[in-house]
């Protein structure tokens, strides 16, 4: 039996043929046509799959199901409003139950999607309560509770980018002021570096970015972090600290087994892991008690294609 995983992004569709044991045999990608329009953007995932399965000699019978990772909330309708897709109430699951009618078809947000597939074959299987952060331009993130992604009672749960920490000094995306993703996303990492260096504070970020605030990147305030720069040690210490904070107010509410980390940031695993459970100890209502282990994600980028073709 072989599972279909199809992860939705902003500027392309990849979808894989999965086994048993989360393994890919096989992928194929094409682009999101945004400007085609969201009729357009199904009829090519259409094809996609059915030629992903053609040209592997899989027949469609021989599919337990195909998942569909999307980058937005879906609500209990099926509905989807994906601003960087273009979509504003699309009916996304009758489009899809339309063209694949012979097959079970399941969807879920991407973060939740990356989240199952992680909690199946990557950094926090074998546990039965986990949580991941997926730490990228934004925050997205993914409770999975015995092996099934918990989205809650109305399917808009897990979304702990937007769980609120703190005050902040410029407001969210989704109009809230002071949620997690305006804290420990990569463009909150760069926002704060920009911000001391634009206030006058000298730094080695600057030169990596060739003297163009603009141009700076999370990579570069981690690089400049292992220099002892001290832009960046500001900089990622507070990420670092409302990354605590987040996690210890997770392990007070659900106490997992597993925390893992994902996205673009956890490249810099070892700076992130670095003593952050005494971190999160802090803010722990049972500080003598073990409480989960925190790691990083280790499927990378297949964690959407594999997660989703999990997804039940
Ligand atoms: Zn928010």
């Not at 804290?183 to 000298?202: D, H």
């Not at 997992?256 to 673009?264: D, K, L, R, Y």
């Not at 049972?286 to 790691?295: G, H, L, N, Q």
Request: hydrophobic share 40%; charged share 25%.
């Amino acid at each position: 039996m072989y599972f279909v995983g199809v992860d939705i992004g902003g500027t392309g569709v990849q979808a894989g043929i999965v086994d048993e044991n989360g393994k890919i045999l096989f992928r194929k990608e094409c682009k999101t046509d945004v400007v085609g329009g969201f009729e357009k953007i199904m009829d090519d995932i259409n094809i996609l799959v059915r030629e992903l399965l053609e040209e592997n000699n899989i027949d469609i019978k021989e599919i337990n199901s195909i998942g569909f990772g999307v980058p937005s909330f879906i609500n209990k309708d099926g509905l989807v409003t994906c601003v960087n897709l273009g979509w504003s109430e699309v009916q996304f699951m009758g489009a899809l139950k339309k063209r694949f009618e012979e097959v079970k078809i399941y969807a879920e947000n991407d973060a939740t999607v990356a989240a199952l597939g992680e909690a199946k074959f990557g950094s926090m299987k074998d546990s039965n309560i986990s949580v991941m952060y997926t730490l990228g331009t934004g925050v997205g993130g993914g409770i999975i509770i015995n092996g099934k992604a918990f989205t809650g009672a109305h399917g808009m749960g897990s979304e702990i980018g937007h769980a609120i920490i703190g005050e902040n000094y410029f407001d969210c995306n989704c109009g809230n002021n002071g949620c997690l993703e305006t804290f420990c996303s990569a463009t909150s990492i760069i926002k704060y570096a920009q911000k001391l260096i634009s206030e006058g504070v000298e730094s080695s970020i600057l030169e990596k970015a060739e003297n163009n605030i603009e141009d700076i990147n999370a990579k570069m305030v981690f690089d400049s972090y292992r220099e002892n720069d001290q832009v960046a040690v500001e900089t990622i210490t507070r990420f670092k600290s409302y990354l605590a904070k987040a996690m210890g107010s997770m392990i007070n509410t659900l106490d997992p087994e597993v925390i893992s980390i994902g996205g673009g940031v956890s490249r810099a695993s070892d700076i992130i892991l670095d003593n952050i459970e005494e971190l999160i100890r802090e803010h722990i209502l049972y500080k003598k008690e073990d409480f989960a282990k925190i790691v990083c994600a280790t499927l990378g980028a297949d964690a959407g294609i594999i997660g989703a073709a999990f997804l039940n």
